[in-house]
């Protein structure tokens, strides 16, 4: 249960009265998701999305947020379209906290990933990619390389309680990474947590492309690798060889990878492994007893951090 | 079978070459509108409608149609979301004439209308008359008062071979209506032409309002008067009463009729029956023999037109 703040029903209606959504007939909170508060909001015109925005989120990158997906909406992406209130703003308040409306999406995230799924998003993540080309706004990475070393910083003198010789792991990591992270690669808009559960599916299609809060301007090839640590592995710690092959020809049936991007995919995937293992390391040894978010397990990043060490080319991800 | 526009497989994927919607799947034609050619697009990126704008419509009116639709599709109106090419356009070249890319919505025209579709198609007026202020492109009403009189000076010669009389009752209903017609309504913009086909139900719920293409600028109580009699007449000819007060009850709920509204309400409904009479008496004689169209009977309108000639006071609509 991810719902932080509660919401009255007169606040509600005061909150839309500066929009034309018509009657409000229920608010429902959604369990899912740990960032914000999100709530179903059905109205006598539709159903919508509520999202009132906690602390994590800094609000000077919300017009970020809220116009990169009003972009990609009208390129045809299945993502939420921010609902503009009377005054032509996306962003309102409620409860005290900045809010928005964004349109509801049909679909559900699928509860067993099968290759399809993974073939899929690797398609829908290349449209994200090709449908993000000249939007206006730009927001670097909090979470790159410049983000692990805080992080790394952070963590590493309470990191063995989580498991022995993981403060040593990720600060040599870190050091080898700074080494031979990659810098001239095709660089744009990227989602930067394409996690299954923020892909909606109806049937085989992707129907849904949720969650663009951490959605940053970055290397593109670092989002695919991502979604391989996301989407591509078993619950023992192995890759699913199949999975990777699906997901990497499911973009590049979109957006051909280039060669110095398929080079660097062992290190961009090392990359991406570290930045979820620190963020779920650092949230385990911060964790408030009794919190109703349950933290998420950092080693399960640092065995797919160990799996991309030991890759020496691509091809170890199922493709030539 | 309404589409003019045959469409081949190179031709697509020319059209699609500008757009980031991935692979076109499929092209259906819909039978359904007769200004366009219209089709349903699938491609792996998800489902679409493509138009392509025929002769009727002027393509200097096409940035308000489609801006009109962003416009209140990103203030939370179910209507169509135009969507933008590469070079971030609306409008694009199909066939060698213009065309347009939109979303697709889910729903079906009501086949039966009882008179909660009349309540929700007026409440959902209503909130399209709320969420178009603040569109900044202005389009005169071409088939207002003005427009009438042309179509009066192109049909009234012929007009008793439809119906003995009827060229007589079209020019003292034009002299009519120009002696009374209300100026000093409030104003803005409007659909014009939201007759069932062109509103989508999922049960209860409106869920797509489509066909923005006679919409302009124009007293909003007249877009209430043509809904009055696109959906509250019954097949004799009859005003269902309850449809009426379902529908204006429905429009109230989420923008009070002012006074002055409620009373030109039998004039306004009168000025939309000859509207609809003029176009489809003109569509009638000019028809083209062995065409796939078939026209619409301009008769259905006179007898509403006689309706509201005999209406008193909005009192006969089932209000107080």
Redesign the interface.
Known sequence: MAVYTPVGAAELRRFLAD?????PLALVPIAEGVENSNFRLET???R?IVTIYEKRVDPADLPFFLGLM?HL??????CP????????AMLGRLAGKPAA?V?FL?GKSPRRIAPRHCG?VG??LA?LH??G??FALHRANALGLEGWRGLVAATRARADEVAPGLSETITSELAALERSWPHDLPAGVIHADLFPDNVFFEGE???GLIDFYFACDDLLAYDVAICLNAWCFEGDGALNVTKARALLTGYG??RPLAAAELEALPILARGAALRFLLTRLYDWLNRVPGALVKPKDPLEYLAKLRFHQGVASASAYGIA
Chains 1, 2 share one sequence.
């Open positions: 929009y034309d959504l018509g009657e006598t015109l539709g919508f009003m909406a009208e390129r045809g992406l299945p379209l921010p609902v503009r209130n009377r005054e032509g409306i349109s049909d899929a398609a829908a449209s090709l449908a080309r000249g299609r992707v129907s049936s979109r």
